[in-house]
């Protein structure tokens, strides 16, 4: 601790004829400031037992020359100062001592010559001690010194205070207590002193500068010296307790004497600095052994040459009861014991004892008499308990089990004739197998709740097949059973139009706001309708006043939005409906469109008969009829409102042209992008069931001439000219301009129900009747991506939104799914799909047969520019379900 003060001093040593003087010691400037530390205390008390020992030895000392060592450790000679000095010396020797700051010890005196010895004391020394510490206590050093002395350290005498830990005080603000003690009592709150008291108490109270508050135990506690001193030597960066001996001396724990002569001559050797080779082999012999598993450790070596030694005394080592005594490999227990098969599996343990088997078992196990009846006439192999349960006071009322020595014949049986294996069960957290979803909320928006139902007097009362809204998302189309066609305004959720359509003809029907006399007409058609209803479905009456349309199977919207035009599928044709919902300029392109199939007269397509005389397609497109509509009393003209009235414009609102197909309904229809090419495919066609209709030229297409009877849907790539064909368990994709196979998607379903294109056109998803909805990345190959296994019952629709990364199926179990899925354009992510809602309770069961009964919901349609849903169901009903 003295090291950087002494660097500071300078040492004078002077030896006077025969005496030798103490070290001279020039204290710096710091040293003085900091004589507070408390080193003067020590200085004072070494002086005063080196003046006893100086008295002590006074005889002993005179005569002898006098010297002073250096190198001298010894604590006692180190107690001893102002030896053999004078009287004038001692005095400023011990002046000098006591002022100095730090120093807790006198240097040690050096020595030359021969021994010491010690000379009497001056008379001189004490007055002069007791003039330095006159000194300090006036200063109020010595009084600081005194207080860091104090061993106060200990904390087992404190009262024990507040004993609720590391709590907030904040949570007793509202309570009379501040916490509670060792006991568990609480403890007031002490009164809370005001301003004035204060201000009373810093003028009355000699203790108030040094009082500070502890909050923890609500009291005030006054400062000691002791703790304002060892607050101001933290301030001033010293360490708390002057005691504290920070650079104590070094300690030769090594000796650095030099012998003269080595123990040995002999130079060390060369393997004392380099890697021992035999180390190293052995190293890797063990190495070894521990991968191959043929190490056996140093103990067990060791019992093994013992063993060998001693063969008599077994010791510790397993071995067989009822082995023989030799070695001989002829012997059959040796052998035995040394045979190498299969590991023994222990037998599996009988399940634990259950409540009908306690001696006091719960009044609910107990038999009545007609379950102790029935159990005795039951065959025991059919019983659940091999006992009759009874109700004991006590253990010992218990009798034996009657049947305990066939269960144990039978346990015994069991594990004799019953092959046992080993079944090993991974420790795996069932948490870390679900995989991190987000939360839905951020997934948003999509369709979360139903809003709106599409329903009027007269309306349909057949299970909704068919749904489209229009590009615009103002009108919704939908279509029934019992060939009802019905055009509603979005918005207000208003009937603006209806058509019965069937066997080829058109006609309009008054809506619900035309006058009473229509609405009563209508009641009755709808009345005769609902009494025809029992026939199946596919048969159709008289398209006529009263009379019961076929089913429509498909409604879609054209997909340009200048053309307010609808393609109908029912039964065997396909109506091109108008609209009449664009106005005059929509209207009149309209019109365009259909120019050249209204005014050429009824028959086949243009170029069917060179491609039948060709021998192509085998009379296919002979079978495809397109024919104008009828004259404005059969539907053709009909007014916005009021049926039977022509519109101001001239222009024709209903159905327009009719594509009839000679070989059977029509089982599917899609249309393409630019709107003037519409799809269809007949599966009970001989030939040629997939062709593709250009309405603009009336044109008619057979696009594959491989006869196809199981297609179930179809769709045009959003963006390349290519189209895709779903069967029941394939889908083959064709390239329209070059007329070939690309390639054939393995769906890995018994029956595909729907299919859609996703807007980028590199994904395409299918439903199928055994609930699965399958997805597909055409980058990737003909194998799903994914397969996704929510529904409970057969898919009926897919479809993606145009606009918004979501997707929605819908199935039998009357239910809507609505998923999250986002399509990077990186194509090293894969896509985002996520469930995010299920939508139930809107739908019910089907009316009339149990066919129909089975029935769930039937269509979707995402609304084009908002994320809501339509949805259809057999229950008659249209639910619009928004992002509420």
Not at 534 to 554: F, N, Q, V, W
Request: aromatic share 6%.
């Amino acid at each position: 601790r003295l090291c950087p003060a002494l660097g500071k001093m300078k040492k004078v040593t002077k030896v006077v004829k025969g005496k030798v003087q103490e070290p001279v010691v020039e204290p710096s400037s710091e040293e003085e400031e900091a004589s507070w530390e408390g080193g003067e205390d020590e200085e004072s008390e070494q002086s005063e037992e080196s003046e006893g020992y100086g008295e002590e030895e006074d005889d002993e000392a005179s005569g002898d020359g006098e010297e002073e060592d250096e190198d001298s450790e010894d604590e006692d000679d180190d107690e001893f100062e102002d030896q053999g000095s004078s009287s004038d010396e001692d005095e400023r020797f011990a002046a000098q001592a006591f002022t100095e700051s730090d120093s807790e010890e006198e240097p040690p005196p050096v020595e030359e010559g021969g021994p010491r010895h010690w000379s009497a004391r001056s008379k001189e020394g004490p007055v002069a001690r007791e003039h330095s510490l006159e000194a300090e206590r006036a200063s109020g050093a010595l009084g600081a010194a005194e207080a860091l002395h104090v061993d106060d350290l200990s904390s087992d005498d404190e009262a024990a205070g507040n004993t609720i830990g590391r709590v907030p005080l904040r949570w007793y603000e509202n309570y009379d207590h501040i916490g509670y003690d060792l006991d568990g009592k609480p403890i007031a709150k002490g009164p809370a002193m005001t301003g004035i008291e204060k201000a009373l108490a810093a003028k009355d109270d000699p203790n108030f500068k040094r009082t500070v508050y502890d909050a923890l135990n609500d009291r005030e506690h006054v400062l000691t010296d002791r703790e304002l001193e060892i607050i101001r030597r933290l301030q001033g960066g010293a360490m708390p307790h002057a005691e504290h001996d920070a650079m104590p001396d070094y300690v030769p724990y090594y000796t650095a004497d030099e012998h003269p002569m080595p123990l040995s001559e002999m130079d060390p050797m060369k393997r004392r600095f380099v890697p021992s080779k035999w180390e190293m082999m052995r190293v890797a012999r063990i190495a070894k052994g521990l991968k191959d598993g043929t190490y056996v450790p140093l103990a067990e070596r060791r019992a093994e040459k013992l063993q060998q030694r001693n063969p008599g005394k077994l010791g510790n080592n397993a071995h067989l009861l009822w082995g023989a005594d030799s070695d001989d490999p002829t012997d059959e227990w040796s052998a035995l014991s040394e045979q190498k098969g299969p590991m023994h599996i222990a037998a599996p343990k009988l399940p634990p004892p259950g409540h009908a088997e306690s001696y006091r078992p719960p009044d609910e196990y107990l038999f009545t008499a007609e379950e102790e009846a029935a159990w005795r006439a039951a065959d025991p192999s059919d019983r659940e308990l091999d006992f009759v349960p009874k109700k004991h006071d006590s253990m010992r009322a218990v009798g034996a089990h009657a049947q305990l020595v066939r269960d144990r014949f039978e346990r015994c049986l069991d594990l004799y004739l019953c092959p046992r294996s080993f079944k090993r069960k991974l420790a795996i957290d069932p948490e870390s197998l679900v995989p991190k979803l987000p939360s839905p909320k951020d997934l948003k928006p999509f369709p979360t709740a139903a809003c709106a139902r599409f329903e009027v007097q007269g309306g349909h009362a057949a299970p909704v097949r068919g749904l489209a809204p229009s590009p615009d998302g103002q009108f919704l189309v939908s279509g029934d059973d019992k060939g009802l066609l019905l055009l509603w305004e979005v918005a207000t959720g208003r009937c603006l139009r209806r058509w019965r359509l069937g066997h080829g003809k058109g006609e309009a029907v008054a809506p619900p706001d035309a006058s009473a006399e229509a609405e009563g007409e209508a009641s009755a058609d709808e009345e005769e309708s609902s009494e025809e209803g029992s026939t199946s479905e596919g048969e159709g009456a008289s398209s006529g006043s009263g009379g019961k349309g076929e089913p429509i199977t498909h409604v879609l919207w054209n997909p340009n939005k200048l053309h307010h035009l609808v393609a109908v599928a029912c039964g065997s044709n396909v109506y091109l409906v108008a609209t009449g919902t664009g106005g005059v300029e929509g209207s009149e392109l309209t019109d365009a469109l259909l120019h050249a199939a209204e005014h050429a007269p009824a028959g086949p397509p243009h170029g069917a008969k060179t491609e039948a005389e060709a021998g192509k397609t085998k009379g296919a497109l002979a079978s495809v009829t397109w024919a104008p509509a009828a004259a404005p009393a059969a539907g053709g003209v009909k007014a916005e409102g009021k049926a039977g009235a022509p519109l101001r414009s001239g222009h024709a609102v209903g159905v327009r042209v009719v594509i009839k197909q000679g070989h059977g309904a029509v089982g599917s229809l899609c249309w393409h992008r630019k709107g003037d090419y519409l799809a269809t495919a007949v599966p009970s066609a001989p030939t040629g069931n997939v062709m593709v209709h250009q309405i603009s030229r009336r044109v008619t297409q057979v696009v594959i001439r491989k006869q196809m009877k199981t297609v179930t849907a179809l769709a045009f790539h959003p963006n390349q000219p290519v189209f895709f064909v779903a069967t029941q368990q394939h889908v083959r994709v064709y390239h329209l301009l070059e007329q070939r196979l690309m390639k054939k998607l393995l769906s890995g379903c018994k029956h595909v129900s729907c299919m859609d294109v996703h807007p980028s056109g590199d994904h395409l998803v299918l439903g199928s009747y055994d609930r699965r909805v399958v997805w597909f990345d055409l980058d990737r190959g003909a194998l799903p991506f994914k397969t996704l296994k929510y529904h409970t019952k057969a898919v009926r629709c897919v479809g993606f939104h145009k606009a918004y990364p979501l997707l929605a199926t819908a199935s039998d179990d009357k239910t809507v799914h609505i998923f999250h899925a986002t399509v990077y354009s990186d194509l090293m992510r894969d896509p985002f799909i996520v469930p995010v809602k299920v939508l139930s309770g809107e739908h019910k069961a089907g009316k009339g047969s149990a066919a129909a009964r089975a029935l769930g919901v039937l269509g979707i349609a995402f609304h084009p520019t908002q994320p809501w849903v339509f949805s259809a169901g057999a229950d008659h009903a249209i639910v619009l379900y928004q992002d509420l």
